[in-house]
């Protein structure tokens, strides 16, 4: 089996499409509880995969995790001036963090086939929380703020991203814009 990582797996579209490889075992990891509770619907009719209600972060234990107006830039991280621009607090509920290098441990999990990466400006830790680790991924996809960003203390721009994971031993193989983010794909150089 190929094993795949949907970190910030909102609705499922990544998890979805993967598992039409017949060869796909997909974990997701979604802590907003009305995303997980759809999720769960899936995991029951869906052996391959499996889906739990942990925000990824550099620490196992719990946090506090935000939600907004806008549901899917719910975040462990709290709204920066500039993101209360554009969303509004609406409630904070604790959730479990877990590193995905205890969860890869826990799982036995030595190969990754495909990490994306959508964790409304924690994505830098969560590629850090996968500590040597991230040697046993094949393909990164990364979700980056090209402006400022919406959440205090959170450095998720292209460039810092790129230079942690070239630093890894990765190259950016593409760059794809959408409004005021941008996904990077990598692969190991």
């Known amino acids: 089996m190929k094993v795949y990582l949907d970190v910030g797996c909102a609705k499922g579209t990544y998890s979805i499409g993967w598992l039409k490889d017949s ?4 974990y997701a990891f979604e802590p907003l509880p009305v995303f997980y509770r759809e999720l769960k619907e899936l995991e029951k009719q869906e052996p391959r995969f499996k889906v739990f209600p942990y925000a990824i972060s550099e620490e196992d ?3 506090e995790f935000h939600i907004n107006n806008v549901l899917v830039t719910s975040s462990l991280g709290v709204l920066s001036s500039y993101g209360q621009k554009y969303f509004v607090p609406v409630e904070t509920i604790k959730v479990k963090t877990q590193r995905l290098d205890t969860f890869c441990q826990e799982y036995a999990i030595s190969k990754v086939e495909w990490l994306k990466v959508d964790a409304q400006g924690w994505d830098l830790k969560v590629l850090r929380s996968l500590g040597i680790g991230l040697h046993q991924v094949c393909n990164i996809l990364v979700e980056a703020y090209l402006n400022e960003s919406h959440y205090e203390g959170c450095t998720t721009n292209p460039e810092a991203i790129t230079e942690f994971l ?7 193989k593409s760059q794809r814009n959408d409004g005021d983010y941008t996904d990077l794909y990598f692969v190991p150089a």
């Open 23 to 26: 060869s796909a075992l997909v």
């Open 61 to 63: 234990g719990e946090a």
């Open 166 to 172: 070239v630093a890894q031993g990765f190259k950016l």
